[in-house]
Nanobody
């Protein structure tokens, strides 16, 4: 059974940094595509960053976070990270990690994933 457990959310002032962590279990990490999504109140779930299976060197990023966020994974620790810097109030949302077996054809599309973490709130104040 696939398990995704997140931590690391919180409140920060604009310009600050946070790192989200997602501990994964129940699957072989290299065989899965993993990603971070976020959802603000009244908005659709948005893909933020993704690592497609066996493509660690070529992560995908949403334009809105490219250059500010970094996705990475530590296979030895079965952990996925999202390092967020230069945070803006528009980054305020519930953040979710996600996983799916194999290659994600649209890495930043929520429809491509069938395993989700519980969500972690990130709030950025101006």
């Amino acid at each position: 059974q696939v398990q995704l457990v997140e931590s690391g959310g919180g409140s920060v002032e604009a310009g600050g940094s946070l790192t989200l962590t997602c501990v994964v279990g129940g699957f072989i990490y290299s065989m899965y595509s993993v990603a971070w999504f976020r959802q603000a109140p009244g908005k659709e779930r948005e893909g933020v960053a993704a690592i497609v299976a066996d493509s660690d060197e070529y992560p995908d990023y949403a334009d809105s976070v490219n250059g500010r966020f970094t996705i990475s994974k530590d296979s030895a620790k079965n952990t996925l990270y999202l390092q967020m810097s230069i945070l803006e109030p528009d980054d305020t949302a519930m953040y979710y990690c996600a996983a799916r077996h194999g290659y994600a054809r649209e890495p930043l599309s929520a429809d491509d994933y069938n395993n989700w973490g519980q969500g972690n709130q990130v709030t950025v104040s101006s």
